[in-house]
């Protein structure tokens, strides 16, 4: 029944794209008649999507009954220079020459014609010519304001090389000076100015299929603190892993900046600020202002738009997360995400350092959305594994705050968040004394603070333990907890590390170390891709611990025997399907996935739904 729906579905679409007759429209023809020429069934069909960018109902037209009204939409083509200003669709000189005629281009482009390989590999050579990273970031984004597909396929080409650039830890220097790098608007500013107008302000934007927000207020950029509207470049650099690592499709994809004033005075006064030159709103106008947002996105977008929230201040994160997990699809990264990649990487050094996840001991430097959300995680996750009360098993797992251990004396005083982990023990005031105290076996830092992991702290840590886990989370890299070398040197060679900003491989005593990533961007981007693919309404904890199932269990021989607790990010495409099949299989076992019928390969769906930066044809 499914099959031949599906097929006069795609019969219908081509029969209104051949009366029409235009242009851009043909190219879905073809796209559709190359589909069915493959030799695929009707039934393998089904195993496919449009969220990669293949067939969506994208005017609603065909969803919509005969008594409904729909929009007359037509589609306008863009040619000649327009051609080349889209992002979208231009392809600098890679336009064949049949192109160039057809789309009145001739002449406005030199006579030679590249590949798209010959193209990314001038791109890479000009950015290695760069010595300034920030250099890097500006002419990645201008690459990517330019020419779309190229600059993703650059991404997902040189992933190891780029991730840094575009991501942890250049992104945060980008977020400082972005006043002076701004250039043309990738995402969505919406300020207390538009109070009251929100709904219109989301109407702006020019892609209308939106499947994924990610928003920050810019209150807590890594561990930078608060850069206020210049937080923009985070949402704008996550949505590029969505697309890179994830293949959800860039038209897809909204960063949204919400700028309800900064704290920072050093940006209040700086000349090129570009955002809203007022202290931070809090309170009940902060809040009222959060709730216009998400009712308008909820509005605007429908039930199963993706709200993914970044680098709130933990004051407003937790809330945020606690107010709306049960009225709107959202994950908040820093809290969840990150729960889940290090769940994984602690799981997967178990092979490394033995024992069950019950019996170690594990103590954070910082108790806020990462530390409490990782702290949660594993709790929950020891607690389903030996059926015993998630109270009982989170008394293996102690944090330290700027305040020193969070033990029960202090309970009045602690945020909501941290009170769970308040443990009977006297007052601890430094790191080093509660390592000495509690003698983890596994050390994670999320405090945001660079060096806090001194030589000391490092060496009591691999006085008793044979193989000590030592995680420093903070980014950008200026706020490591300790460096690689100092992990390795320090502990003789015997830690097991992972950070959450890049490290280079490091030598010592003739051996080569090569440091892991630990961070969230292994996971959102296949988490997305697996809520969006099944149509997912809400986010349930048990689809978390599914994605740091299938993350933990891409880690190869190969990788442990170098030492590594993560695999490499060469391979995240297909880490992110895999992620996003278990994540979708969880929630259509818990009745929360709208897509139906299930398809019965998930992970073959999940590559169909992928987007792929390979230029198409144009007619
Ligand atoms: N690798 C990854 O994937 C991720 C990394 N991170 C990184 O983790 C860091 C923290 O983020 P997040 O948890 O959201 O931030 P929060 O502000 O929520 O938490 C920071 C915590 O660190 C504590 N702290 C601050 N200074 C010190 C100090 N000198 N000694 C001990 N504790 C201290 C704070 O204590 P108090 O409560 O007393 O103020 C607070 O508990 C950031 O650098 C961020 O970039 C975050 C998400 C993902
Ligand atoms: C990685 C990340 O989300 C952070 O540092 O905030
Ligand atoms: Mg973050």
Redesign the pocket.
């Known amino acids: 029944m499914m099959s031949s729906n599906r097929f006069n579905f795609m019969r219908r679409v081509l029969g209104v794209f051949q009366c029409r007759g235009r242009g851009g429209e043909r190219e879905i023809r073809v796209v559709m008649e190359s589909t069915l020429r493959n030799g695929e069934s009707v039934a393998d069909m089904e195993d496919k999507s449009g969220v990669g960018g293949g067939v969506l109902d994208a005017y609603g037209e065909d969803s919509a009954t005969e008594d409904q009204l729909v929009t007359p939409w037509t589609v306008t083509i863009a040619s000649g220079y327009t051609l080349l200003r889209d992002p979208h669709h231009n392809k600098g000189l890679a336009f064949s020459e049949k192109e160039r005629d057809a789309h009145y281009i001739r002449g406005l482009l030199p006579p030679s014609i590249l590949t798209q390989e010959l193209q990314e590999k001038k791109v890479m050579q000009n950015l290695r010519s760069y010595d300034v990273p920030l250099h890097r970031y500006v002419a990645m984004m201008d690459l990517q304001e330019r020419n779309e597909r190229l600059f993703f396929k650059l991404l997902i080409d040189n992933v190891e090389e780029l991730l840094p650039i575009v991501y942890t830890p250049v992104v945060g220097e980008a977020c400082q000076k972005y006043g002076n790098v701004f250039r043309r608007p990738q995402g969505l500013f919406i300020s207390l100015k538009e109070k009251g107008r929100i709904l219109e302000v989301l109407k702006n934007w020019p892609e209308k299929n939106i499947q994924v927000i990610v928003v920050t207020d810019g209150e807590?950029i890594?561990?930078l603190g608060d850069l206020g509207c210049q937080g923009m470049g985070i949402p704008v650099g996550k949505l590029s892993l969505y697309t890179a690592l994830g293949g959800v499709r860039p038209s897809a994809c909204l960063p949204i900046t919400l700028d309800v004033g900064t704290n920072n005075q050093k940006l209040l006064d700086n000349e090129f600020y570009i955002g809203l030159r007022q202290k931070r709103a809090r309170g009940q106008e902060y809040y009222d202002f959060l709730h216009e947002f998400m009712c308008a996105v909820k509005q605007n977008y429908g039930e199963k738009i993706l709200i993914q929230f970044e680098d709130f201040?933990?004051h407003s994160?937790f809330e945020l997360l606690a107010k709306y997990r049960t009225t709107h699809l959202v994950f908040n990264?820093?809290i969840q995400?990150?729960a889940v990649?290090v769940l994984a990487g602690v799981v997967s050094a178990l092979k490394l350092v033995g024992g069950t996840l019950a019996d170690h001991t594990f103590l954070f430097?910082?108790?806020?959305?990462?530390?409490t959300g990782i702290a949660e995680l594993i709790a929950l996750e020891i607690s389903k594994k030996t059926n015993t009360p998630v109270e009982e098993t989170r008394k293996k797992i102690w944090l330290?705050?700027?305040?020193g251990l969070v033990v029960s004396s202090r309970v009045e005083s602690l945020?909501h968040f941290?009170q769970p982990w308040a443990h009977d023990h006297e007052p601890v005031k430094e790191?080093l004394d509660a390592v000495k105290a509690i003698k983890p076996t596994v050390l994670i830092g999320?405090?945001?603070?660079g060096k806090?992991f001194t030589k000391e702290v490092i060496e009591a840590m691999a006085s008793f333990n044979k193989k000590p886990v030592i995680l420093a989370?903070?980014?950008p890299t200026s706020?490591s907890e300790c460096t690689a070398e100092e992990a390795y040197t320090w502990s003789e060679g015997r830690a097991i590390f992972a950070s959450?900003s890049p490290f280079d491989p490091v030598e010592y005593n003739g051996k080569v170390f090569v440091p892991g990533q630990?961070?969230?961007?292994y996971i959102f981007p296949g988490l997305g891709l697996g809520l969006i693919m099944s149509g997912t309404i809400r986010v349930h904890e048990d689809m978390l611990l599914a994605a740091s199932e299938a993350l933990a269990a891409q880690v190869t021989e190969e990788n442990y025997e170098k030492g590594l607790i993560f695999p490499p990010f060469t391979s995240i495409r297909n880490i992110s399907a895999q992620i996003a099949a278990n994540v979708a299989a969880k929630s259509y076992e818990l009745g929360l996935a709208t897509h139906l019928p299930r398809p019965r390969n998930l992970i073959k769906f999940a590559e169909s739904c992928m987007y792929s930066p390979i230029y198409r044809n144009y007619l």
């Open positions: 807590r890594l561990g201040a933990n994160a990264d820093d995400g990150t990649v430097l910082g108790a806020g959305e990462a530390g330290v705050d700027s305040k945020q941290k790191l999320t405090s945001g603070v806090t989370l903070s980014n706020q959450g630990s961070n969230n961007a």
